[in-house]
């Protein structure tokens, strides 16, 4: 599997490059940026998201996504409390980056980043289960991260985000006795596969403005070194419990299954941080150019440190369980 992770971050990182080069030419603007991240973000993930949910409908796979979306809101949790444990500051300067750090540790670029992996190692079936997180990401981003940022939270940012809205009008798809019909499928399967290229392209025009600044050298190590490794490894340790406690306690029949479910979720976990936390800390005056440093760092970064927990994993796995 890590080979395979490694095959399609080499496919995507070339992407990156092409998108490096053409915002180094063409001097890509922030406005512009932000336009490919909205339109990403808002209109092409979430018709990704829809199609997923395009196949005939199965209660045990119904069931899966209900585990995924379980273990995601424990993950979500662990990450929250190693966080909160980590960083910290007492000077009142120091405030509004240590808000920052904790979010950029808790929230992961499953989107842009998660999905095209996903899809390339797993497939649409490794989509559809990816869907449990990106829901607890969602809703966890527009409360948490919402008050870290401004002290309240916006259950109508929940209820009105596209890509939950794609989430309900997937499930409600997925659960009737028909699949959609070729001429509404395809429009939509077209629109959706421009995630993956279009999604690079963005991280590859966001490097071309990537400046390491020695100001924030430290803060931006630390930060780097708890979420991609403190976080792999608390994570690890946690689906290890969770295949373990199912097999013991016989809740999934297909162990395969469970184990794609479980890496699934790993590796959205393994992601570098969200895009969405430079957004949020533009809109509410804290330091973006700094966010934005943490979202390029970690997504260079993670082009090691996916393969190597992803690896760590399988072999561990294979040892303790043999699968």
């Known amino acids: 599997m890590y080979i395979l992770v490694i095959k399609q971050l080499v496919v995507m990182a070339l992407i990156v490059l092409s998108g490096y080069i053409f915002a180094k030419i063409f001097k890509v603007q922030e406005n512009e940026q932000k336009f490919i991240s909205k339109m990403l973000l808002y209109f092409i993930n979430p018709f990704l998201v829809f199609s997923s949910f395009n196949m005939e409908f199965s209660p045990e796979k119904l069931k899966y996504l209900l585990f995924t979306i379980i273990v995601s809101l424990f993950i979500h949790f662990v990450v929250i409390f190693i966080s909160v444990i980590f960083i910290r500051s007492k000077k009142d300067e120091e405030q509004n980056y240590k808000i920052i750090d904790r979010l950029a540790v808790t929230f992961t670029n499953c989107g842009f980043v998660g999905i095209p992996l996903i899809r390339g190692v797993f497939g649409d079936e490794g989509v559809f289960y990816l869907m449990g997180y990106l829901i607890v990401f969602n ?28 989430v309900a009008l997937g499930l409600i798809v997925y659960i009737c006795p028909f699949t959609l019909p070729e001429f509404i499928s395809r429009p939509v399967n077209y629109i959706g596969d421009m995630n993956t290229p279009l999604a690079m392209i963005l991280v590859g025009i966001l490097f071309a403005d990537f400046k390491l600044s020695r100001k924030y050298l430290l803060r931006l190590l630390k930060v780097c070194s708890i979420r991609l490794i403190l976080v792999s490894i608390c ?28 890496f699934v979720v790993y590796i959205c976990s393994m992601c570098p941080c969200a895009t969405s936390v430079p957004s949020l800390s533009c809109i509410f005056n804290k330091d ?33 369980f043999g699968v």
């Open 139 to 166: 809703v966890l981003l527009w409360t948490y991260g919402y008050y870290q940022m401004c002290g309240k939270t916006n259950i109508k940012k929940i209820i009105t985000n596209p890509n939950i809205i794609a």
């Open 235 to 262: 994570n690890l340790l946690l689906i290890i419990i969770v295949y373990y406690t199912s097999i013991h306690f016989n809740l999934f029949k297909d162990e395969a299954v469970l184990k794609l479910m479980l």
């Open 288 to 320: 973006a150019q700094y966010a934005s440093l943490i979202v390029c760092l970690t997504s260079l970064l993670c082009i090691v440190s996916i393969p190597l927990f992803i690896a760590l994993a399988e072999k561990i796995f294979s040892l303790i």
